[in-house]
């Protein structure tokens, strides 16, 4: 007989809910966030991600429903799991007069870490996020050295779930670079889940993706499986000579499986066809037998933003 175990989610929350008066800042949240991953929660301003990220790290209580965030319930007056996670805000907050291994010699100590183990975890994280060495007072840190000491500092503890709020937005493309970089070498040992509305920043680093506008939940998926599931491919076709080498449309449509729509694009057409497998056969053909020269045909997937933005127009 053969034993399955089950992996218990980094965070599960059931119909998770905040109101403010008359205003419904969360709205039946239901989220899966698995161990390991680099969960991107992404969502407009005003979408009620930070909202969601105070209740699921104990700064605000829920007005209904509930969360399990590393097994323990956010309602549970002991909340031990606070002690296994990190947290990154959005504008983190330093002590200017101290240098960085003296302000996470300090976080350290908060959480009970002290002696060897506490020196060994401050070079640790040091390295980590590429500050080694750094020898000067936080206050002429720039903005993208205080961000990775902020990064620092909630991965002093060794959480096993790390929460960040924002943390490149305010970034140059230099330090925004940096951070994410340090996240990247997360994946796989700590479960990060990620809070923006910066969509470039969720394709380079995120696994999974959960959407949600106006306090709830548009879809949760892979961000593999959200292109296939919310988007269509396009086929960008262009002649030699450009412009000057105009194709008969009606006939292209055709060549291109009656295509649902053909446009002008750049130096040549954009075309959305019915079969997309059977286009990429039948167009270039097409183009031969009008005596037309091939300068390029490209396959266009989708973007995130694409999606996002479909997405959200229409909840």
Known sequence: ??????????????????????????????????????????????????????????????????ALVLGESIRDDSRNYLGKIGFLPDVPGFYDWMRPDEFLSLAGSIFGIAGKKLKSRVAETLELTGLKGVKKRIGGFSRGMK????LAQALIN?????????????????????VLETISKLAGTTTVFFSTHILNDVE????????????????????????????SHFIYLELENGAGAAPDLEA??????????IERYKEGWRIKPTDLKAAQIS?????????????????????????????????
């Open 1 to 66: 007989m053969t034993m399955t175990t089950t992996i218990m989610p980094a965070i599960e929350t059931h119909n998770l809910q905040k109101s403010f008066g008359n205003q419904l800042a969360v709205n039946n949240l239901n989220l899966h966030v698995p161990r390991g991953s680099v969960f991107g929660f992404l969502g407009p301003n005003g979408a009620g991600k930070t909202t969601t990220l105070r209740m699921l790290t104990g700064l605000a209580s829920p007005t209904a429903g509930d």
């Open 147 to 150: 961000q990775r000491l902020g």
């Open 158 to 178: 060794e959480p096993e779930l790390v929460f960040m709020d924002e943390p490149t937005s305010a970034l140059d493309p230099l330090g925004r670079k940096e």
């Open 204 to 231: 380079r680093v995120c696994d999974t993706v959960a959407i949600i506008n106006k306090g709830a939940l548009v879809t949760q998926q892979r961000i593999q499986d959200l292109r296939q599931s919310y988007s």
């Open 252 to 261: 292209l449509s055709a060549a291109a499986s009656a295509a649902s729509g």
């Open 283 to 315: 167009l270039p053909r097409f183009i031969a037998e009008q005596g037309l020269a091939l300068r390029r045909f490209e396959l266009i997937e989708p973007s995130l933003e694409d999606i996002f933005v479909g997405l959200v127009s229409q909840s």
